[in-house]
């Protein structure tokens, strides 16, 4: 049977997967025998994931995480204080889902940079678009984007991203302008995704950074 006819169709509506598996499984004896639907699943579980992985390559590259860190990963036996059950329970993105916001903390070298990545990357596969960003480098395009007219144009960005990482945060304290543009991107992100600040108490901790009336954690937007 002539299969490159179908096979040129098959690449040409950019289903490449598929055509792949279909010489495969013609140069394959072995699956001379399988049923005509055995066959079509075959071909469409192998586009499926084709698809999915391409889409996951894609979301990986655009959240630039810093560390190439998974959840999967993780050494509960560091003394960091870290409670392995709700971790775990972070891990499942359902805080994401819920639009949830989260704070890690603590002391210098705990790995707070590390952990935040992970959930990042476990976001990325439960296929939530993920940005991360060190709070220097948040504000500068910030910053610049506003002197170059643009600025309206970065928050949409910021809106849209389900996950937002801000790491290195406490180092310098805000500047007005950069308490602004925060605060302004918190309000118009409160209700339609989750953003995650990594931050350490060691230099400002994070509540101080917010309105007064978030400062106490009851009273902080949804926490985890």
């Given at each position: 049977?002539?299969i490159?006819p179908?096979?040129?169709?098959?690449?040409?509506?950019?289903l490449t997967?598929?055509?792949?598996?279909?010489?495969?499984?013609?140069?394959?004896?072995?699956?001379?025998?399988?049923?005509?639907?055995d066959?079509?699943?075959?071909?469409i579980?192998?586009?499926?994931?084709?698809?999915?992985?391409?889409?996951?390559?894609?979301?990986?590259?655009a959240?630039?995480?810093?560390?190439?860190?998974?959840?999967?990963?993780?050494?509960?036996r560091?003394?960091?204080g870290?409670?392995?059950?709700?971790?775990?329970?972070?891990?499942?993105?359902?805080?994401?889902?819920e639009?949830?916001?989260?704070?890690?903390?603590?002391?210098?070298?705990?790995?707070?940079?590390?952990?935040?990545?992970?959930?990042?990357?476990?976001?990325?596969?439960?296929g939530?678009?993920?940005?991360y960003?060190?709070a220097?480098?948040l504000?500068?395009?910030?910053?610049?984007?506003?002197?170059?007219g643009?600025?309206?144009?970065?928050?949409?960005?910021?809106?849209?991203?389900n996950?937002?990482?801000?790491?290195?945060?406490?180092?310098?304290p805000?500047?007005?302008?950069?308490?602004?543009?925060?605060?302004e991107?918190?309000?118009?992100?409160?209700?339609?995704?989750?953003?995650r600040?990594?931050?350490?108490?060691?230099?400002?901790?994070?509540?101080?950074?917010?309105?007064?009336?978030?400062?106490h954690?009851?009273e902080?937007?949804?926490?985890?």
């Amino acid at each position: 049977m002539l299969i490159h006819p179908t096979v040129d169709r098959l690449r040409a509506l950019g289903l490449t997967a598929m055509a792949d598996t279909l010489i495969e499984l013609q140069n394959n004896p072995q699956a001379a025998e399988m049923p005509h639907a055995d066959w079509l699943g075959l071909l469409i579980d192998r586009e499926v994931t084709f698809r999915d992985n391409r889409r996951l390559s894609r979301r990986l590259a655009a959240a630039k995480l810093r560390q190439a860190a998974t959840v999967e990963d993780v050494d509960y036996r560091t003394a960091r204080g870290l409670d392995r059950a709700l971790f775990q329970a972070l891990a499942t993105s359902q805080w994401v889902r819920e639009h949830n916001h989260l704070a890690i903390i603590g002391p210098t070298g705990t790995g707070k940079s590390w952990l935040a990545c992970a959930l990042g990357n476990k976001a990325c596969r439960d296929g939530f678009s993920v940005l991360y960003k060190r709070a220097s480098r948040l504000f500068a395009d910030l910053a610049q984007a506003r002197g170059e007219g643009r600025l309206p144009r970065l928050m949409t960005t910021l809106e849209r991203t389900n996950l937002v990482i801000i790491d290195d945060w406490g180092p310098e304290p805000l500047a007005a302008e950069q308490r602004r543009d925060l605060l302004e991107s918190l309000r118009q992100r409160i209700a339609l995704a989750s953003e995650r600040f990594d931050a350490s108490y060691v230099f400002t901790p994070l509540p101080e950074c917010l309105p007064s009336h978030w400062r106490h954690p009851r009273e902080m937007p949804p926490n985890v």
